[in-house]
């Protein structure tokens, strides 16, 4: 019987990739608390699109950075894979991150001195772990830049440096990808090509992506829409279209 590539590549799949109980988030002092926020419950099952959409300051960037590890809750759990982040220490949540979490932003981060292959490996290499050669070409294959591998940063479009960045948020099979506006710095066309690329790294490699954004076109991609006002999740949107999505964000502002 014929086996899928994909099917052999992706990583085992779990049932939930992540998942935050009760997760508070306070800034201020103890005299003036400034909450961002409040008690948020959320379940993300492993291999699906997830966009979270909000008003500027509802806490959507801040929610992202504690699920992810990169800022610390004031109180609750958030449970990556089958690791609880919320109890390691400085130093394992800095090792954790680097080994089982990828990160797009809206700039690129690549380095101008190394070619897109170093790029994208370079997780590895600072992981001191070796570079699986079918997985590589896998997700080279994927994002499109199977044969632009030996070429520099600046010798690529904007949107082949962010098909870079997404194949090096892959590279070492993580538990989640999260994504901050990741496509605010591409034109409109490149755009929905990333968007397309997300959609696929979910769907035919098994990856889990969670994306912050403010754009109804781009969370249209997504499996599901989350809202956030102020500071707490107020509703979701499965199989979600920009209409949809847009007549909801409309009624945020009276929650």
Not at 100 to 122: D, E, K, R
Not at 146 to 151: C, H, M, N, Y
Not at 190 to 196: A, D, M, S, W, Y
């Amino acid at each position: 019987m014929h086996t899928d590539t994909r099917d052999r590549l992706a990583p085992a799949p779990t049932a939930l990739a992540l998942r935050l109980e009760g997760v508070t988030k306070t800034y201020g002092t103890s005299s003036r608390p400034v909450p961002a926020l409040r008690g948020v419950d959320l379940a993300i099952p492993t291999g699906s699109f997830t966009a979270v959409m909000g008003p500027s300051g509802s806490g959507k960037s801040t929610l992202l950075h504690c699920a992810a590890g990169l800022d610390r809750p004031t109180a609750g759990r958030i449970v990556l894979g089958a690791t609880e982040i919320t109890t390691l220490a400085r130093t394992a949540l800095t090792r954790f991150r680097r080994d089982h979490l990828g990160f797009v932003f809206q700039s690129y981060n690549l380095l101008p001195h190394l070619t897109v292959a170093q790029n994208i490996t370079l997780p590895l290499l600072l992981a001191g772990r070796p570079v699986d050669a079918a997985w590589f070409d896998a997700v080279t294959r994927a994002v499109g830049l199977a044969d632009l591998t030996a070429r520099r940063p600046q010798e690529l479009s904007g949107g082949q440096q962010q098909r870079a960045a997404i194949a090096r948020a892959l590279i070492n099979r993580p538990d989640a990808v999260f994504c901050d506006e990741p496509t605010g710095a591409l034109d409109s066309r490149t755009g929905r090509q990333v968007l397309e690329l997300l959609r696929r790294t979910a769907g035919e490699l098994g990856q889990t992506v969670v994306m912050v954004t403010h754009d109804p076109v781009a969370a249209s991609y997504a499996d599901r829409v989350l809202f956030l006002a102020d500071g707490q999740l107020v509703g979701s949107l499965d199989a979600p279209d920009a209409q949809g999505i847009a007549d909801r964000m409309t009624h945020l502002g009276e929650w």
